[in-house]
């Protein structure tokens, strides 16, 4: 087999693992009626109570659609926004955090009120969080942070960066984002997958080679970025460094698994044997990486 028809079939070999670990169109359903029985609870708790209904805005990876189907003992992690009505902006994050909590009270068999946002938990391995936001009178939207007070914060402006990103870049970026997630929970990295989409779009690169090379070359554009700059800011308000409190280890051991994993796909992008090739890239992604 020659070496272009090697890295076509592995091109398709990549795709069929988008498709894996892509999530699933009945877990999608089930995590939007999850949102919907929610959403329509905490509007029935505003309006019973006499408060202004608040907006909701989905948010995070299920929102760009980036969320990948996990292994048996993970936990889909969702987020939903509440906006509330600018009236509240003097009600203290502590209030605001009681309304939500009160709403969703009973719901689940798990409910957690923590600094960011209030998480209702779900036996069948997935939570929703509810960060709560007022937007200031400079537009710019606030959470509710129980101990820092309201801090600026604006997961909506995350999202459509990325989606601006992706309509620039074409659906490759979104996969590319995906095999990195799908890296970071076989290996059990240390990294957010909000830390891997911000690194993979600032650091993307696009081919009409595959699927494979670009994963490579944007892994080693990667590399070459947090070795001249350890940091990984966020694009939008407040652009925070995410890295700031990594320790030495931290950085020491994210530096090592970039490194393995570009040398992985490197050595899976210059072989002209199958099962090599195979072996190379199961050795990141597991097993739900096809075979031949």
């Not at 998480?119 to 400079?138: C, K, Q, S």
């Not at 494979?212 to 947090?226: A, E, M, N, P």
């Not at 350890?230 to 931290?250: G, I, M, R």
Request: aromatic residues 12%.
């Amino acid at each position: 087999m020659m070496y272009v028809d090697v890295m076509m079939y592995v091109d398709d070999l990549f795709k069929k693992f988008d498709g894996r670990i892509q999530l699933s169109d009945s877990k999608e359903s089930e995590l939007r009626r999850g949102r919907d029985v929610l959403r329509s609870k905490i509007k029935k708790w505003f309006q019973d109570s006499n408060k202004l209904i608040p907006k909701f805005c989905w948010q995070g990876s299920f929102a760009m659609k980036t969320t990948i189907n996990l292994s048996s003992n993970q936990e889909y992690d969702l987020d939903d926004g509440v906006y509330l009505n600018a009236v509240y902006a003097d009600c203290s994050p502590y209030t605001v955090h009681s309304w939500i909590r009160q709403a969703v009270d009973g719901h689940t068999h798990k409910i957690i009120d923590k600094d960011t946002c209030v998480r209702v938990v779900y036996a069948n391995r997935y939570h929703i969080d509810y960060p709560i936001y007022i937007i200031d009178g400079n537009g710019n939207a606030k959470l509710a942070h129980k101990t820092k007070g309201w801090i600026i914060s604006d997961p909506k402006a995350f999202k459509d960066w990325f989606i601006d990103s992706v309509n620039r870049n074409g659906e490759q970026l979104r996969r590319v984002v995906r095999y990195l997630k799908a890296w970071k929970e076989f290996s059990q990295i240390s990294l957010k997958g909000i830390e891997l989409t911000i690194l993979a779009t600032e650091n993307f690169s696009a081919t009409h080679c595959g699927d494979s090379y670009s994963l490579c070359d944007t892994v080693g554009k990667i590399r070459d970025s947090l070795l001249r700059d350890y940091s990984c800011e966020k694009p939008v308000l407040p652009y925070e460094d995410l890295f700031q409190s990594h320790s030495d280890a931290q950085k020491e051991n994210i530096m090592q698994s970039f490194y393995d994993l570009h040398y992985h796909l490197l050595c899976a992008n210059t072989s002209y044997e199958l099962s090599e090739i195979v072996s190379h890239l199961r050795a990141v992604f597991g097993e739900r990486f096809p075979s031949f």
